[in-house]
């Protein structure tokens, strides 16, 4: 740890810093401060950002832009775990994050920013082109006039309206890096060229931003994901979930959305996934699950997990198989375990089709209203 410090300094002293994108709130810095600390999850946090010789990362700032850094740079951000099968792994103490001026910890999520205690990378050389990690040399946490930590819970959407009513397409995987976004994204340009306006979430996972931004520039016209319900990762405590995550399905119908494509980060079974799907208000409005599955052994089990935990209706489930496999050989596999009606992520007519059934779902959805309402 860092030496002990005790003096609080205003925010705006320690400028010029950037405001990374995983800071939701709009900040007056002028009326915030830096100080010593015991941080929990989701408090924001200042510090320097350090890469190593050689080293650069990528960091969005709160309007999207993207600035690359190659030296000390002061940065805002979020303390936050990380766990991932493909990325960076990182935790927080049980009891929280002790914070002082200089104290060293990490940046771990790449460009949307989150801090945290690293606990594994992978190698550099990884097939999923992963991120690393950054060392992060800290200033303090950012407490407000009352001297409390601001915590990005204090910036979650606030939607007006009652439970959710729109009609939802849950898209998700037996892995990480298996396609979701690229799937997420291909729907929502075709549902887009045909009429529709499509809300995107992305869901669970840590951070978020990224994913996002490829729902935009797919089409949709408006984009929401967990970090927005107030959480930076939805490996959190499943009574906490539950009552988060609905917010950002109510919210984003205030932009008068057909649909929502909703894509669940990871894994079926991590980051609260299963939690999902106790959710009376979201399961009520599901049309879809779509399920992409790295091979035939994942996709049964999919179906058993299904039968033994998420009880979602089986004939509302399509299965995929994964972009990085061979479909021909993938569909063999299929059917040996008796899945006989699968698609393949890269064939556009298989696109058209799971787009025309979301289509006809949607229909059915909006006559079924008008005629609740004669």
Same mark, same amino acid.
């Given at each position: 740890m860092g030496k002990p410090c005790t003096r609080?300094?205003?925010l705006d002293s320690l400028r010029p810093f950037l405001i990374a994108a995983n800071v939701r709130g709009e900040?007056?810095? *002028?009326?915030?401060?830096?100080?010593?600390?015991?941080?929990?999850?989701?408090?924001?946090?200042?510090?320097r950002v350090m890469p190593r010789s050689g080293q650069q990362i990528v960091i969005l700032?709160?309007?999207?832009?993207?600035?690359?850094?190659?030296?000390?740079?002061?940065?805002?951000?979020?303390i936050g775990?990380?766990? *991932? *099968?493909?990325?960076?792994?990182?935790?927080i103490p049980s009891g929280g994050l002790q914070v002082r001026e200089d104290t060293a910890v990490h940046w771990v999520a790449g460009e949307s920013g989150i801090v945290g205690c690293l606990e594994r990378e992978p190698p550099l050389n990884s097939v999923h082109t992963a991120e690393s990690s950054v060392d992060f040399l800290c200033d303090g946490l950012i407490l407000d006039a009352q001297r409390q930590p601001v915590n990005i819970r204090e910036f979650a959407v606030k939607p007006r309206g009652g439970n959710a009513s729109t009609p939802i397409v849950l898209v998700a995987a037996t892995s990480s890096e298996s396609g979701k976004t690229v799937l997420a994204g291909e729907l929502i340009r075709r549902l887009s060229?045909? #009429?529709?306006?499509? #809300?995107?979430?992305?869901?669970? #996972?840590?951070?978020g931003v990224l994913d996002s931004l490829h729902h935009h520039r797919s089409g949709a016209v408006a984009v929401l994901d967990n970090v927005d319900a107030g959480l930076i990762t939805t490996n959190c405590d499943a009574d906490e979930f539950r009552q988060a995550i609905p917010l950002i399905f109510r919210q984003i119908e205030s932009f008068g959305v057909d649909v929502i494509v909703a894509?669940?980060?990871?894994?079926?079974?991590c980051a609260n996934n299963p939690e999902i799907f106790r959710i009376e208000e979201l399961m009520d409005n599901t049309v879809l699950?779509?399920?992409? *599955?790295?091979?035939?052994?994942?996709?049964? #089990?999919v179906n058993a997990v299904n039968e033994a935990r998420l009880g979602f209706s089986k004939g509302r489930i399509r299965h995929f198989t994964s972009p990085f496999r061979n479909h021909a050989g993938m569909a063999r596999r299929m059917e040996s375990i008796g899945i006989t009606d699968y698609h393949d992520t890269r064939s556009p007519d298989d696109l058209a089709d799971i787009a025309?059934?979301?289509?006809?779902?949607?229909?059915?959805?909006?006559?079924?209203?008008?005629?609740?309402?004669?």
């Open positions: 609080r300094r205003r900040l007056d810095t *002028s009326q915030y401060y830096v100080a010593a600390g015991l941080g929990q999850v989701g408090d924001l946090i200042l510090g700032d709160q309007s999207r832009t993207a600035h690359t850094i190659t030296m000390s740079q002061r940065a805002l951000a979020v775990p990380r766990d *991932s *099968s493909t990325h960076v792994c990182a935790t060229d045909a #009429g529709v306006r499509v #809300g995107a979430l992305k869901v669970t #996972g840590t951070g894509e669940l980060g990871g894994d079926v079974l699950l779509l399920v992409i *599955s790295n091979d035939a052994l994942a996709a049964a #089990g025309n059934q979301i289509i006809g779902a949607i229909s059915r959805d909006l006559h079924d209203g008008l005629e609740n309402q004669i």
